[in-house]
Nanobody, 122 residues
């Protein structure tokens, strides 16, 4: 059974940084992709970025490009979301997701973590 567990969320002032982690258990991630999404209250789930496990190639949404970076540690089966220059509009619950098929749409991912809250104060 594939399980994803996020951690690293919290409260930070605008301009600050946080690093989220997502540990995956239950399978190896060869040929899979990991996505990061976020959802603010009253809004739809929004794509943040993804990383292809085998190549470590990444793609980030325009809204976070240049501020957020995705990486992975194959030995730890963990993917990271480094968030710098945080803004109040980045406040949301952040989710990691995994699937064989990569893409910016939430519905393509079958496996999800429970989410971690990120709150950015102004």
């Amino acid at each position: 059974q594939v399980q994803l567990v996020e951690s690293g969320g919290g409260l930070v002032q605008a301009g600050g940084s946080l690093r989220l982690s997502c540990v995956v258990s239950g399978r190896t991630l060869s040929n899979w992709s990991m996505g990061w999404f976020r959802q603010a209250p009253g809004k739809e789930r929004e794509f943040v970025g993804l990383i292809r496990w085998n190549t470590a190639s990444t793609y980030t949404a325009d809204s976070v490009k240049g501020r957020f970076t995705i990486s992975r540690d194959t030995a730890k089966n963990t993917v990271y979301l480094q968030m710098n220059s945080l803004k109040p509009e980045d406040t949301a619950v952040y989710y990691c997701a995994a699937d064989r098929v990569a893409g910016p749409t939430a519905r393509v991912y079958d496996y999800w973590g429970q989410g971690t809250q990120v709150t950015v104060s102004s």
